[in-house]
């Protein structure tokens, strides 16, 4: 060894030499025993404590395992160093996990791993107290049941520290920017030496003037007065005094006690009302007795005008500035059963109401916010209507949809499949696939089947959600879920309008009907009207392909809501078959893979993606006209150009009415009070013709192709309202709903066609251009960040439900209101948790779609019935016995009364939804 060291040998060369010495050997191991002994001593001391020690939520919920193995290394070298030999690793995963419990044994305090494990544990439902978390407590690998739970309500700071940095900013960023957009507004006007005439200024309700929440000027426009009397002239000089000239004109000075709440005066200015209450700063003023205009006579007011200003700006510069969000809500029906029952002990049903918020991903700031867009009285009722464009939009996605399907299973054009877009593209792609940010806001103990509990709902979302700024505009959002929810909410706004201000009459709220329901109501309309169990004797129907491929979870109109994915599915694969059956009559193939007669492509390869593309698209367009008929039998511009003429002689019996006298005019100078009558006068001595529902000769043709064409043109309508959710398409959303109304019409879902009426009107009316915007583009939330990984809305609060009804059903009978309302507050913050650990562990996660099965068999079957039962050929006279006399939907639409339908609704509206 002394050689060694002479000759300059490495250390490790000595040492290992030296561990052949028994004795040596066995004195080293005690001193590596002793250093690893003060490493951890060192470790586990409360003097600069390791990250381990922490227990606290903010610890648990960021827990980083690169930083606490970095942390070791440089803490204990020698102790990091000997688990990295052990485990014959790097990862810093292994490294903490191993270190965590054996620190853990030495010391109880160094928790921090088990609280994480106890969380996950407990999000993934481990709830078997005596042989689960409690068995991992005693190996040391988790913490107890009852720290687990308690840490889980702790996480709920966590969660109102997320919605206060996000959702509740925002409601305190948009008061501070409309605060600075109205002072400076009224800093010009009371500097504004010339006088105005008073018809120029906004006009204030005597309802507004009493309320001192009306328009409160801070800092630089706020004054009290000792007495009843305000003068023409007041000079303020400090907070506690001013001047004011008493009955004898006379300046006299009177001091305002602090005590004092007197009637705060009320002055106008060019922009509206305001009320004086108490400045701080000396600010001179002149109140016009005979206009009650104020006017600044000095400099003051705009210099501390743009200091309280400038102080708004400094505010919103602290933080990030958050976008607006809406509020989605639903009902969360839990039944508790009991295992012993007797006549007091029974079942009981709890019916809460769950509240989330989600930020809006599409925005346009630039756009204008002040008025909206279109009178709703003037507006004509043919706009709710689909006009031509709409139809060629319509037939331009049908087509998209029918090429996916061909160029999958047809084997002649399955390599023109690259030439198809993926996706049919919106201009807002790129905001749609990012993720959304939802934050569960409240859980309350309000059923919203009781109107007062609904009153009680909005009145929570006001006080918490919705701002009222000084000048008493309330800011509105959105306020979405299914339609129950939707009608509840809008009754209770109505009940709610003999208050004072926008605030108390609920008004800060604008309701949307979203996507999921939508979509199972429409769904439910094509069961109602294509799907008969009486039909599987008849060759072609849905029933009898139904009973082909043994589809037992399809069972009709009644389980359409309860089993939605099964019956959406089977639609589907329907479709497919009937697109499929319809390209091979135009194509002229005997089956799937074989030649065509007519559209051959065999030559199509030569020319480019853009003629191929175009080759396609024509031929699906001969699809549609031969086999769909969008433009045809149903009449749809005829029902446009009916409802423009029914406008135009709307407009002109308005233009005859007399709102002086109370009565309509006719050009002969007969009057008549009621408008029937003046109606009937017009037909008989003027000749007018009043359009009216009059019945129509059944035609002879095949009632088959016509149950065919119907079936296919209502499903493609789902196809692309449900494609449309995916990608977020707010244009395909709003555009589907007006064929979807008419659906809705003809299937007598009166709540439906009203509240897809109602969502229309909002954005072609009753908003504000920058509110409709908005309102038509976030109806979609994503989870995953991909284009096409949209849902609707409704569909994520639905996804929060079911995790919530899962932890609650984890807890028995033992559940209470509070353990619910704190299992909805936590589950947020432990999935961040197992995502953030997901990452560091690079365990891959799991895909949150489902996997799609493979049902190409299942459409050959389909398509071989329907190539026999010979649907697409056009054979006149034919019908299904169970489809007497089919007509096509559009057809059935009774123009003359849904005119008047929509005439009443725009009533309703005017006064109602404004």
């Given amino acids: 060894m002394m050689v060694g060291i002479v000759r300059g040998k490495k250390p490790e060369v000595i040492l290992n030499k030296l561990m052949n010495v028994k004795n040596f050997r066995e004195k080293a191991v005690k001193v590596l025993s002793r250093c690893v002994k003060e490493e951890c001593k060192l470790l586990c001391s409360k003097n600069n404590p390791l990250i381990l020690r922490g227990s606290t939520t903010e610890d648990i919920h960021s827990t980083d395992f690169l930083k606490i193995a970095n942390e070791l290394k440089e803490k204990a070298p020698v102790f990091s160093q000997m688990l990295k030999d052990t485990m014959n690793t790097t990862k810093p995963v292994g490294l903490v996990s191993s270190a965590a419990v054996i620190l853990h044994h030495r010391n109880h305090n160094m928790s921090l791993i088990r609280h994480v494990v106890g969380q996950l544990l407990d999000y993934g439902r481990a709830t078997d107290e005596t042989q689960t978390i409690d068995l991992l407590r005693c190996l040391g690998f988790s913490v107890g049941c009852s720290a687990t739970h308690k840490k889980q309500v702790s996480l709920i700071d966590i969660q109102k520290k997320k919605t206060e940095s996000t959702l509740l900013c925002q409601v305190h960023q948009s008061i501070l920017q409309f605060n600075k957009k109205k002072h400076k507004e009224m800093v010009f006007a009371l500097h504004e030496k010339e006088a105005t005439d008073s018809s120029n200024y906004f006009a204030v309700s005597s309802q507004l003037q009493c309320i001192c929440s009306s328009v409160i000027m801070h800092l630089y426009f706020d004054m009290n007065f000792s007495t009843a009397y305000v003068s023409d002239t007041a000079t303020v000089t400090s907070t506690m005094s001013c001047y004011t000239k008493d009955s004898c004109n006379y300046l006299c000075r009177s001091t305002v006690p602090q005590a004092c709440h007197l009637p705060p005066p009320n002055i106008f200015t060019k922009v509206g009302l305001a009320q004086c209450l108490a400045v701080s700063k000396c600010s001179n003023f002149e109140v016009d007795p005979n206009r009650g205009v104020a006017q600044s006579n000095d400099k003051s007011t705009v210099l501390y005008g743009k200091k309280y200003i400038s102080q708004i700006e400094s505010q919103l510069k602290e933080s990030e500035i958050q976008p607006p969000f809406d509020i989605i809500g639903d009902n969360l029906d839990f039944l508790k059963s009991t295992s012993s029952m007797t006549k007091e002990k029974q079942r009981k049903m709890y019916q809460w109401f769950i509240l989330v918020g989600l930020q809006r991903r599409v925005l346009d700031s630039t756009m204008f916010d002040v008025k909206p867009k279109h009178d709703i009285l003037s507006l004509p009722n043919y706009s709710f209507l689909p006009n031509a464009q709409d139809i060629n939009i319509l037939e331009r996605n049908m087509n998209h949809h029918i090429l996916k399907v061909i160029t999958r299973h047809v084997k002649c054009l399955k390599s023109f499949a690259h030439c198809v877009p993926k996706h049919i593209e919106h201009p807002f792609m790129e905001e749609t696939s990012k993720r959304s940010t939802h934050v569960i806001l409240d859980l309350l103990d309000k ?7 609904t009153i009680s709902i909005l009145e929570h979302i006001h006080q918490k959600y919705i701002t009222q700024n000084l000048w008493g505009k309330t800011e509105r959002k959105v306020f979405g879920g299914d339609v129950l929810t939707n009608e509840r909410a809008y009754t209770a706004q109505l009940d709610m309008q003999n208050c004072d201000t926008d605030f108390y009459k609920l008004g800060g709220l604008i309701h949307r009907p979203e996507g999921l ?3 199972m109501n429409f769904l439910l309309f094509i069961y109602q009207e294509f799907y008969k169990p009486s039909s599987s004797f008849e060759q072609g129907t849905l029933y009898h392909l139904r009973n082909v491929i043994h589809r037992e979870d399809v069972t009709g109109k009644d389980e359409v809501v309860r089993a939605y994915r099964a019956h959406y599915a089977f639609v589907e694969d329907a479709l497919d078959a009937f697109i499929l059956g319809a390209t091979m009559d135009v194509m002229g193939l005997n089956d799937l893979n074989g030649s065509p007669q007519q559209w051959n492509p065999s030559i199509l390869s030569m020319y480019s993606n853009k003629k191929q593309l175009s080759w396609l698209r024509n031929l699906a367009e001969t699809v549609i006209n031969k086999h769909i008929n969008l433009q045809g039998t149903t009449h749809l511009q005829d029902l446009v150009e009916e409802a423009a003429k029914l406008d135009s002689q709307t407009d002109m019996l308005h233009s005859m009415f007399d709102a002086a006298i109370n009565q309509y005019i006719c050009t002969c100078q007969k009057k008549y009070n009621k408008i029937g009558h003046f109606k009937r006068h017009l037909e008989k001595e003027h000749y007018w013709h009043f359009p009216t529902a009059a019945p129509k000769e059944p035609k002879k043709e095949d009632k088959v ?5 119907s079936f296919m043109k209502a499903a493609l309508i789902l196809r692309d309202t449900c494609d449309a959710y995916e990608m977020g398409d707010g244009n395909r959303i709003f555009l589907n709903a007006k064929f979807e109304m008419l659906y809705a019409n003809v299937a007598g879902h009166t709540k439906y066609q009203l509240w897809l009426w109602r969502m229309m009107a909002y954005e072609q009316a009753i908003l504000t251009p920058k509110q ?31 995790l919530v009804k899962k932890k609650i059903k984890e807890q028995d009978s033992n559940f209470t209101f509070d353990s619910a309302k704190n299992t909805a507050l936590s589950c947020q913050i432990q999935d961040e948790l197992r995502e953030s650990n997901r990452h560091q562990v690079s365990i891959k996660p799991f895909g949150k779609s489902r996997t799609k099965a493979r049902k190409s068999s299942d459409i050959n079957l389909m398509l071989t019935e329907l190539m026999a039962g010979n649907i697409f050929k056009n054979i006149q006279g034919r019908q299904f016995k169970n489809f007497k006399n089919m007509k096509d939907v559009f057809e059935k639409v009774n123009l003359h009364k849904l005119y008047i339908w929509i005439s009443k609704q725009k009533k309703r509206a005017s006064y109602e939804m404004m």
């Avoid at 192709?705 to 064409?709: C, L, Q």
């Fill in 517 to 519: 329901h939508r979509m």
């Fill in 705 to 709: 192709a016509v149950w065919r064409s």
């Fill in 447 to 453: 059923n919203q089947n009781f109107h007062d509990d």
């Fill in 772 to 802: 409709a915007f908005e309102y038509k583009w976030n109806t979609t939330a994503n989870l995953n960040g991909t284009i096409d990984g949209n849902i609707p809305n409704d569909t994520l609060v639905d996804i929060c439900v079911q």
